[in-house]
């Protein structure tokens, strides 16, 4: 049995969960200037990346609509659903991991906030 399945009270391994727990642990030694750091540039990387799988998503789709032959026939990509399927689940990846940034911009901000309130001194 190996390691990653020996643990069950850890959820099912993805991007999104990896970057929670390390961030959870990583924040114990974070001062207010580093997750300032973090939530403003989580934040914007999560803005530009959405807005480059979006542009990239548009473009795949008007290829794939636009592969037809002569006849009519289809051709190119994602004519399978194998192929469907691994994109599929390569967008779904993606997205997980940008939502994990933004939860963790979302917590950084909190956190940023909870040390201003407490009197917390930048480091």
């Known amino acids: ?5 020996t643990n069950t009270s850890m959820p099912a391994f993805g991007s999104r969960q990896a ?9 114990l030694e974070m001062g207010t ?3 300032r750091w973090f939530a403003e ?3 914007n990387q ?3 990346d959405a807005q480059r799988l979006e542009a ?6 008007c290829l794939v609509l636009g592969d037809a ?3 009519g026939a289809r051709v190119g990509s994602f004519q399978e659903p194998e192929d469907v399927a691994n994109l599929l689940h390569a967008l779904a990846g993606q997205m997980g991991a940008l939502a994990g940034l933004a939860e963790i911009a979302d917590d950084a901000s909190r ?4 040390l201003s309130e407490a009197g917390e001194r930048p480091l």
């Open 111 to 114: 956190r940023v906030l909870e």
């Open 19 to 27: 970057m929670a727990l390390l961030w959870d642990k990583a924040t």
């Open 33 to 35: 200037h580093e997750l």
């Open 56 to 61: 990239v998503l548009t473009g795949v789709a």
């Open 41 to 43: 540039g989580a934040r």
């Open 1 to 5: 049995m190996s390691a990653a399945n």
């Open 46 to 48: 999560v803005a530009e």
């Open 69 to 71: 032959d002569q006849d």
